[in-house]
């Protein structure tokens, strides 16, 4: 009798499935699937309709690409929002980060990702072309590049920053500051260090 014998075939397609997701391997997939399966099966239900319910209704904001459970995100349908004030950052849980905060007052866009050339995603991969649209439509007076610390986090600050001072010379497009460590995510940052970073933006 083989391992294929032994393995059961539901839990194999379950991890292959999980592995589908971006950034999950296989050590990630068996951490979930087996911690889930852990729970008391009521319990379990419960995570699995959570999971489903949030799939059917999270969508990206048509105007930001938050993720939200409407058309345009209470952020963006917000008129006491600064429109003319775009925080950039990589994925919704960034933006999400940096509005428990409830000290920024201006707008969002989630590029849904960074430049990655190794994994295969370039600029054209991302939302930057909704980005300018944005720029120009709402007369931005300042960007604020709040992408990751890390190598495809600068790459993709940078790439942007070129581009934002060369299509639009007078917007000032700034970068969050380094108060944290080099190979962070702005998601797992304590409250103190991203508002500094924020707050001190060059």
Do not use: W
């Not at 919704?92 to 428990?100: L, P």
């Not at 299509?167 to 460590?181: C, H, N």
């Amino acid at each position: 009798m083989g391992f294929e014998d032994v393995f059961p075939k539901a839990l194999r397609e379950a991890l292959e499935s999980i592995t589908e997701i971006p950034t999950y391997g296989e050590r990630g997939a068996s951490r979930f699937m087996y911690n889930l399966l852990k729970l008391k099966p009521e319990e379990r239900k419960k995570v699995i309709d959570k999971i489903r319910e949030a799939v059917e209704v999270l969508r990206p904001c048509r105007e930001c690409f938050l993720i939200t459970d409407r058309e345009v995100c209470p952020i963006c349908s917000d008129d006491r929002r600064i429109k003319r004030f775009i925080c950039v950052v990589e994925e919704s849980q960034d933006a999400y980060a940096i509005e428990r905060l409830e000290r920024y007052k201006g707008v969002y866009h989630v590029l849904q990702g960074r430049i990655a050339p190794l994994e295969g995603i370039s600029a054209e991969d991302l939302t930057i072309d909704k980005l300018l649209e944005r720029i120009e439509k709402y007369n931005a007076k300042e960007v604020i590049i709040a992408t990751n610390p890390n190598v495809e986090g600068e790459a993709t600050a940078s790439y942007l920053m070129n581009l934002i001072r060369k299509r639009f010379p007078s917007v000032k497009v700034t970068r969050t500051a380094y108060g944290f460590q080099f190979g962070s995510l702005i998601e797992f940052m304590d409250e103190y260090s991203l508002e500094k970073s924020i707050e001190n933006r060059k």
